[in-house]
């Protein structure tokens, strides 16, 4: 049987987020109900919210960076039980039998990957509704294992910002004698850093802040690079072996491609848009890679979880109610947030 939700969402492109009733539906043998105790606030949510992108299917309710209990279960379900702590991120499905999805990379399904919110239920159609929201339903193999130790109130952003940037730092193997560049400094940026710290690399950061050094250094940056001073830029000059580009807009990336190392390659994580061309020398001369990496599969988003656990990496967050969601949406537009917003879904009743 169905059950009624509660949630907030966009009814039409430009409105504020308000709230919505809903349903969610029968769990299938497969199905895991999850209550969702904190979901983090992604720029993807207030983009998708507001049809930035001219695919959102209204009403939306946004939210993909979820934490909570286990409170059903469908009869085929073995991985997780009621009670458990768990986490869903931005896939709640994709086709399972594709190259991408047997490797362990749903987020590059050929079929393509239903995401979490705004996507297309594979079995009936039905629009996804996303984490901000009370409760959710999803199939087992999407559901994450939070592991004993890790913080639910902070841990709910590193479903999309932790998985964006452990994803491409593990598969440039990042770590130990590694020297790794950090463009944009927000909550990806953030993120990158904090893990490639973790992981044991020597970090810099690349900004257009002097102000950012000092925040820079806390989070565990070794440098601070200020890509407006010409000299420091040519002084950097194929340093890094790995460049994180985490900024959000288009931009040039021919400066970020001219402090990569030989065989180093610098990788889009933060802009969805159309990006400058650049003279190809950036990459002749030196065999340099300029890549793109989304979000991460579910074995991967796993292996962060249990990593962040253990070297105890966690976002720095502000913890805000559900009311408040339009307020947020606007700080986070003004970068007024160091620097990710959690939503307590608790506060959901409070209407």
């Given at each position: ?92 499905d994709s086709c399972r039998v594709c190259s991408p999805c047997q490797h362990g990379l749903e987020q ?225 537009e003004r970068s007024d947030v160091k620097y990710r917003f959690v939503i307590d879904m608790n506060t959901?009743?409070?209407?």
């Open positions: 049987m169905m059950t009624q939700a509660i949630g907030y969402a966009a009814y039409e492109a430009g409105a504020p987020l308000a709230p919505f009733n809903f349903e969610r539906r029968e769990l299938r043998g497969n199905d895991v109900a999850v209550r969702i105790e904190y979901c983090g606030v992604c720029h993807s949510d207030l983009h998708q919210s507001r049809n930035d992108w001219h695919n959102t299917a209204y009403p939306c309710v946004p939210g993909h960076e979820i934490v909570g209990e286990v409170i059903a279960v469908g009869p085929e379900v073995t991985k997780v039980a009621p009670g458990s702590k768990v986490a869903i991120g931005c896939l709640v590059f399904c050929e079929q393509y990957a239903t995401a979490t919110y705004n996507g297309k239920d594979r079995v009936t159609g039905d629009l996804t509704y996303g984490g901000y929201s009370d409760h959710i339903v999803t199939r087992e193999e999407f559901v994450l294992t939070v592991p004993d130790g890790l913080d639910m109130e902070r841990a709910a952003p590193l479903l999309c910002a932790g998985i964006t940037t452990w994803s491409p730092l593990r598969h440039w193997n990042a770590g130990p004698g590694k020297r790794v560049a950090v463009a944009g400094l927000g909550g990806l940026g953030h993120m990158a850093v904090k893990l490639a710290v973790a992981l044991g690399a020597d970090v810099t950061v690349v900004t257009t802040s002097a102000s950012k050094a000092d925040d820079a250094r806390a989070l565990g940056a070794h440098d601070v690079l200020l890509s407006t001073d010409a000299a420091a830029m040519a002084a950097a000059r194929n340093r890094f072996d790995l460049v994180l580009d985490t900024i959000p807009v288009g931009h040039d990336v021919a400066p970020y491609l001219g402090i990569t190392a030989l065989d180093g390659a610098t990788v889009v994580l933060g802009a969805i848009d159309m990006l400058p061309s650049f003279h190809t020398g950036s990459l002749l001369m030196g065999r340099k890679t300029l890549a793109g990496s989304i979000i991460g599969g579910i074995a991967e988003t796993q292996e962060m979880l249990d990593f962040c656990a253990e070297k105890g990496v966690l976002p720095d967050c502000e913890t805000i109610s559900m009311q408040s969601i339009n307020e947020a949406f606007e700080r986070m959901l009743q409070e209407r």
